[in-house]
């Protein structure tokens, strides 16, 4: 099955650039995603990206896939403690009806 | 628009006991997704069910089962509860395109704890 990798967590200064990272195994991953889950919460898209794609930008989100190293990463700008939450990266397999998600990771905002 | 619903927000069971979760799609969504969210960890697909029939299954026991009705809403079903059930479980709903895409919108989960 599908393998997806996150680093578990992230501090970052209120104001700076977030960078959240997933690796994956499966090269038929046609859609890639990010969503992002607050406490007590369900989930939330927050982008995604077509694997025929390099990159996205979305207002403060940035999305880059590189498809030879099956890394995908998600940046956000200027980054705000609304932004406090686990990210979780996901993909859908070639032919699959399913998401596979990362273990998410946490980004915690400070001042 | 209520988006997608689901029932009860929380529960608590004993072990070895039944339980059905329900889930209300999206208007305009026909096609439900069952999601396991333990403590700490990833969603890990439970099934899927379309046109009322159960399309792909995740790596999950019988004791999981579900039904979807005429209406596209949603029941999942856990038998024999086990304490590693405990956990959140969403559901998510979609366009039956035939793929999971951008339009699928996720529940808010109910928590489940088995004592």
């Known amino acids: 099955g599908e393998d997806v990798e996150q680093s578990l967590f992230l501090s970052v200064r209120e104001g700076d650039s977030s960078v959240i990272n997933c690796t994956y195994t499966d090269s038929s991953s046609t859609y890639l995603y990010w969503y992002k889950q607050e406490p007590g919460a369900g989930l939330q898209l927050l982008t995604y990206?077509?694997?025929?794609?390099d990159m996205k930008q979305d207002q403060r989100l940035t999305v880059l896939l590189n498809k030879k190293d099956k890394h995908l990463s998600l940046r956000i700008a200027d980054t705000q403690t609304g932004d406090s939450a686990i990210y979780f990266c996901a993909l859908v397999g070639d032919g699959d009806y399913k998401l596979s998600f990362g273990a998410g990771t946490t980004v915690t905002v400070r001042a | 628009d209520a988006g997608v619903t689901q029932s009860p927000t929380h529960l608590i069971k004993t072990r070895g006991q039944q339980v059905t979760l329900r889930c209300s799609p999206k208007s305009g969504h026909d096609t439900v997704s069952w999601y396991q969210q333990a403590l700490g960890q990833g969603p890990q697909f439970i099934f899927q069910y379309y046109e009322e029939e159960e399309r792909q299954r995740g790596n999950f026991p019988d004791r999981f089962s579900g039904h979807q009705f005429p209406n596209y809403s949603s029941e999942l079903n856990v038998n024999a509860l086990l304490l590693g059930d405990s956990a959140l479980y969403l559901c998510?709903?979609?366009?039956?395109?035939?793929?999971?895409?951008?339009?699928?919108?996720f529940g808010q989960g109910t928590r489940l704890t088995v004592v």
């Open positions: 990206i077509f694997s025929n794609m």
């Open positions: 998510a709903s979609s366009p039956g395109r035939g793929r999971w895409d951008t339009e699928a919108f």
